[in-house]
């Protein structure tokens, strides 16, 4: 006998249901960001904004109310905790774009470009705390530590990425722990926090940082193989800016382990030593189109989004648990 | 009948035997603060510590510990309070030498000189998460608050001190602004998590918290002052240093307002332009003597250290309470 089982069908490679979902929760999220860059020190909000309201996505916020539902929590307690999380995500970009002296970020000048690297170390300060203050206005000591915990992380990763820069022996593993640290885990804090909230089992808990840990993965992963591949326009920075900052990625790991000696003595010369034009950045995407390093670099993504879709497995079927997996679908299918 | 009250004579200039009070203490936060700066990425520890261990004061660990003991705390939360406050002045230090792109601090090479602007901004970021993460541990939600506070309001101050950076016409005003934010904040904050931890009553808290602030002012300014008339060795960086910098501090203030047409002109040139060599740091020097710019703004102090003293009025005597007005007068004697 055939059983309909509407919500545990294939998933969509779309977060549009997932936005639908969270929609009513994420327009107090907004207000309350917009109500927390506020400070009568001019030039804070100007800057704070104009990182936050550059149409990024919002995933991770997005997180904290998908699982907040998914969860079953009551209370209001996800507006401020998703505000808390898309703040110390801001604040990491503003640093971020300061130490890799980026140019460019979700298809906009830096705010670094415009107001200098101090306003945008500065600022990224304050938003640290901001997150940390609304944060101690929920007064929960677990979700404390579960966001105090990733934003020592994070810039343990991104220091750990920043040893890691130039050097093109970096293996897949070393590779691994860095984006575990500086990217995957706000997507584990962030997917946490619903189970946290609702008083969930251990096991609950767990299985949603599990989802949030591999989906941040995957996008990662992604990301780094549309540096080699995508176009500006759906990157919101330019194609090979990884490339001309000699940042060792998967493709590279990949490209670089498969090449002979040659090829490791190119990559030694644009990476290590700072060569990379245009026309070393064509001798690059044609080696890893030879290794296959941009295909396998989205195939390791596509087995972290399965461990994320998997560790969903232990909630019953809903609309919102079938928007999360549709969220994995789409963070791979950016790769097409 | 005369009345001997041995602990209400007048203060010694010394920190000495506030240094002696809190040492027990202090030595389990400097245990604390070793431990807490350890990470399994390399450079972190090394980074943190070059500046942790550069024999700065702690002036603002010393505050909580001997609030907590001017308070009768008798529990242990102040090790770990003292070890964040430390960790949150190191992290602002770490980014103000980023943003100041400063060379020198307590007489060493900045971190950023010896491991990049990029070390410093993220090593930075590790110490803001790692003192959220004691503070949890602590459990005390009002002393998280008061953390979190500092944090943000502290990165305010920065910010409006580089909008103010290069505007000769700061008022007195708004320059206070700046430092009540940036550097009075966390002596504010320090002092306060004394009575908070021993659940003294309302009227102590803001006693401690007034003391903390006006000490923090008298403190700032006095640095001002030396930057025109200090030695090196006792300043841990170069006379002048905010001057080249184009900063505008209180002798600035004072001796720009005072200053006839010809002289406003020198300074707009100096700061606004960055004419600042070591002629024109002369020229300053000398106008500054001329309007007794940098002997008011030792004045200045003094009415602020005089605050803080008054602020401790309502305690009982006691060996710590001394010991706190000795660190006003301690403070205000390094312009002498």
Not at 81 to 106: G, K, P, Q
Not at 124 to 140: A, H, I, N, P, T
Not at 176 to 195: D, H, M, N, Q, W
Request: net charge negative; proline share 3%; hydrophobic share 45%.
């Amino acid at each position: 006998m055939a059983v309909v089982l509407p919500f545990e069908s294939a998933p969509e490679a779309s977060i549009e249901s997932l936005v639908r979902l969270v929609q009513p929760d994420m327009e107090r999220v907004n207000a309350t960001i917009l109500s927390r860059t506020g400070s009568d020190v001019t030039k804070i909000p100007e800057v704070a904004n104009h990182l936050i309201s550059s149409g990024g996505k919002r995933l991770r916020p997005m997180l904290v109310l998908a699982t907040a539902q998914m969860c079953g929590y009551q209370g209001d307690a996800q507006t401020k905790i998703a505000a808390a999380v898309e703040f110390l995500h801001t604040a990491t970009l503003l640093h971020d774009d300061v130490v890799d002296e980026s140019e460019l970020r979700r298809g906009k000048a830096t705010a670094r470009m415009l107001w200098g690297n101090e306003m945008s170390v500065l600022v990224g300060d304050f938003l640290l705390g901001q997150s940390m203050r609304m944060m101690v206005e929920v007064g929960s000591l677990r979700c404390m530590e579960i966001l105090s915990t990733a934003a020592a992380v994070i810039a343990e990763g991104e220091v750990m990425q920043l040893a890691a820069a130039k050097n093109t022996e970096t293996t897949e593993d070393a590779y691994l722990a860095v984006i575990r640290s500086k990217t995957a885990e706000l997507f584990a804090a962030a997917a946490e926090f619903g189970p946290v909230l609702a008083g969930r089992p251990k096991a609950e808990e767990a299985a949603c940082r599990s989802y949030g840990t591999n989906l941040g993965i995957a996008f990662q992963l992604v990301d780094d193989a549309l540096d080699y591949g995508g176009r500006a326009a759906e990157l919101g920075k330019n194609v090979g800016d990884d490339f001309r900052e000699g940042k060792i990625t998967l493709p590279v790991v990949l490209a670089f382990r498969r090449g002979n000696d040659a090829e490791r003595a190119f990559w030694r010369k644009a990476l290590e030593q700072g060569e990379a034009d245009d026309a070393a950045l064509e001798t690059a995407v044609g080696l890893m189109h030879k290794h296959r390093a941009i295909e396998d670099t989205c195939e390791r993504a596509k087995h972290y989004g399965a461990i994320a879709t998997d560790a969903l497995g232990l909630f019953p079927a809903s609309p919102v648990k079938r928007a999360l997996a549709d969220a994995v679908a789409f963070a791979i299918s950016r790769a097409h």
